[in-house]
């Protein structure tokens, strides 16, 4: 099983970014999907989550009204698309998948992690 994350880069201030996860060796449409990111010398912290069925989700406080979590089961994928991004945005960026939405917004207990994507925004 693998999660693959993609879609970082360097942006401008303001600027946009649409993360990818995507699954092989799972079917990620049954499984809640979060994004989590990591900056330099800070722990951890979530960004957004989607249950199986889409029907729910979640965001973090410093990142709503600017990001939205999308999925499309048909291509095993999730999406973080990210507007009007800060500085402050910049981390790596991961995602994370779990059969139950807690997980995915704790961070705990997370059956399978992505690999990181590193997001750098510049002022």
């Known amino acids: 099983v693998q999660l693959q994350a993609s879609g970082g880069g360097l942006v401008q201030a303001g600027g946009s970014l649409r993360l990818s996860c995507a699954a092989s060796?799972?079917?990620?449409?049954?499984?809640?999907v979060g994004w989590f990111r990591q900056a330099p010398g800070k722990k951890r912290e979530f960004v957004a989550a989607?249950?199986?069925?889409?029907?729910?989700?979640g965001n973090a406080d410093s990142v709503k009204g600017r990001f939205t979590i999308s999925r499309d089961n048909a291509k095993n994928t999730v999406y973080l698309q990210m507007n009007s991004l800060k500085p402050e945005d910049t981390a790596v960026y991961y995602c994370?998948?779990?059969?139950?939405?807690?997980?995915?917004?704790?961070?705990?207990?997370?059956?399978?992690w992505g690999q990181g994507t590193l997001v750098t925004v510049s002022s």
């Open positions: 060796g799972v079917t990620l449409s049954r499984y809640s």
């Open positions: 994370a998948a779990d059969l139950n939405y807690r997980p995915v917004v704790s961070g705990q207990g997370v059956d399978y």
């Open positions: 989607i249950s199986w069925s889409g029907s729910s989700t």
